[in-house]
């Protein structure tokens, strides 16, 4: 079996030299032993611009029956740039369906996950992020009865319970001059370093072993 991770930044390889930034996808083969992961998620790409690259089309040609497709885009999908941007419950959800029937003509099964939780405090409080693009999803897998992994709500979970300062671990916070890539520090709440990723991934992880899909 291969598990081909479809998604954005938050999902995302990056070369050692980009460190601390760690992507979930990058890792998720740690708490999946013996399984492949080919790890095909690409920052800034949103369902429009995955689709309209080629991107899918490329893991259509390698995926096989019994292969997982993993499914998981949003923070893109919010972006005002036109060749990114899609509505949650027209395009947004269309696109989805593209990757559930190609993975599903394939005989292979589709999984679809929202996306992880941006780390937005304030006032004490973790900020809702992303709109009505979560919820279209669980839509999606409800209407096509797809395996869903809430991702969202257990990253919002996770964070809650760490709460804001100790939460900080997870996401791409550094104090500057530690990292050559990021001279000045960084204080990135959407994005992860590795101690959140492995989080997502082992999240992850869990959720196909419980659905019985490895």
Not at 4 to 31: H, N, R
Not at 62 to 91: A, C, K, M, Y
Request: with cysteine; net charge negative; hydrophobic share 35%.
């Amino acid at each position: 079996m291969t598990i081909y991770v479809c998604g954005d930044s938050t999902a995302a390889t990056y070369k050692p030299e980009e460190a601390p930034i760690t992507g979930w996808g990058q890792v998720l083969s740690g708490f999946l032993p013996g399984v492949r992961v080919e790890n095909r998620a690409m920052g800034g790409r949103s369902t429009k611009s995955f689709l309209s690259e080629g991107r899918l089309q490329k893991i259509e040609t390698e995926i096989q029956p019994g292969d997982l497709l993993l499914i998981q885009f949003t923070h893109n999908d919010n972006n005002d740039l036109v060749w990114r941007h899609t509505d949650p419950w027209t395009s947004f959800y269309h696109n989805l369906e593209i990757y559930v029937d190609t993975a599903l003509l394939h005989q292979a099964r589709p999984v679809l996950m929202t996306p992880i939780c941006r780390r937005y405090w304030r006032d004490g409080q973790l900020l809702a992020s992303h709109g009505d693009y979560p919820e279209a999803i669980r839509v999606l897998a409800l209407q096509r009865n797809a395996p869903l992994i809430d991702m969202y709500e257990k990253s919002i979970k996770l964070v809650r319970e760490l709460g804001d300062e100790e939460s900080k671990k997870l996401y791409l916070y550094a104090r500057p001059g530690v990292y050559p890539a990021y001279p000045n520090g960084s204080a990135d709440d959407t994005h992860t370093q590795r101690a959140g990723a492995e989080a997502y991934a082992r999240m992850t992880a869990e959720a196909l072993k419980e659905y019985g899909l490895i």
